[in-house]
């Protein structure tokens, strides 16, 4: 799972910018053309000005910000998937029969989306 998460990880933080979608054309800055997110990198792999010219004024980076989202939501699906450690294939079965995985699944969903 963890070279799982980290190859995922990898390829939405260093190629996001190629296959990400961004819906919002204002958000897409200087490339309105392109329909993928702008690169939350501050400077270009050249050295030149990327995302820096636009943090002022617009705060972090959308794309970063989908990163960690991403991230949160495998770790998520991880304790789902890790609280079964025998060779069950169901995965759900009897998820309601432990209060503390409930409430600290909930809150961790809860605290994303105050989080994000």
């Not at 998460?5 to 190629?15: D, G």
Request: hydrophobic share 50%; net charge positive; with cysteine.
């Amino acid at each position: 799972m963890a070279c799982y998460m980290v190859s995922v990880m990898w390829a939405i933080c260093f190629a996001g910018e190629k296959f990400f979608p961004e819906p919002d054309i204002k958000f897409r800055f200087d490339r309105p053309e392109i329909p993928f997110v702008y690169p939350g990198r501050r400077f270009d792999w050249d050295g030149t000005d990327l995302f820096i010219k636009h943090e002022k004024k617009y705060g972090s980076s959308r794309h970063l910000s989908n990163v960690f989202n991403v991230f949160v939501v495998m770790c998520i699906f991880n304790i789902i998937n890790a609280r079964i450690i025998n060779d069950k294939l169901n995965i759900f079965s009897g998820i309601c029969n432990n209060p503390t995985f409930c409430i600290i699944f909930v809150f961790i969903a809860i605290a994303q989306g105050i989080i994000v």
